[in-house]
């Protein structure tokens, strides 16, 4: 297993206690589905590592979990930070027309006016905004992840559809 066969659910944030508890961070859309996981996987140095959960409390989008074998607080120190992952197949179904940021790289946006205009090369996730990053006319556009601008996906023709807001690409012109 690689993280390109998984998605990334949270990290760890820091050590909790004194019995190997850890604080996470769980970067998904309902955190709450999750409650129930039995096993999932710590990056570490470049690899996949499994982990058993012996429990899980959520609260928003925080947690306190623990692991099998992880019984002190510098067992979990060693874990400080660590990405944790879920296989693909785990992601929860979507609607017609939502779509998961993996999923829509390489997908062409379309503009409700202006029709296709280049190719989703990346997304990007800061606290405030996501953003998607798209080669248009040799130029990289960023354009706002927004219900009001990002209006559903196609995935049989691979397109993004959008109405993206006046003037935003002759900025970048």
């Known amino acids: 297993m690689t993280p390109e066969d998984c ?6 944030v820091r050590s909790h206690g004194l019995k190997g508890a850890m604080h996470v961070h769980l970067d998904v859309d309902d955190p709450a589905k999750y409650n129930k996981m039995e096993s999932v996987f710590a990056l570490i140095e470049g690899n996949l590592v499994p982990f058993l959960v012996k429990s899980l409390q959520i609260a928003g989008v925080k947690g306190i979990i623990e692991f099998e074998g992880i019984s002190s607080a510098e067992d979990a120190l060693g ?7 879920l296989p693909l197949k785990l992601l929860p179904k979507l609607k017609e027309g939502q779509f998961y940021y993996h999923q829509v790289i390489g997908y062409t946006v379309v503009d409700k006016v202006k029709g296709p205009l280049g190719t989703i090369t990346d997304i990007y996730s800061s606290g405030a905004q996501d953003i998607i990053s798209m080669k248009y006319q040799d130029k990289e556009v960023l354009v706002p992840v927004s219900d009001e601008i990002v209006l559903h996906a196609d995935h049989g023709k691979n397109e993004v559809y959008v109405q993206l807001p006046d003037g935003l690409l002759e900025i970048y012109l």
Not at 79 to 85: A, E, G, I, Q
């Open 7 to 12: 998605f990334e659910l949270g990290y760890i």
């Open 79 to 85: 874990l400080k930070s660590c990405p944790l992952y």
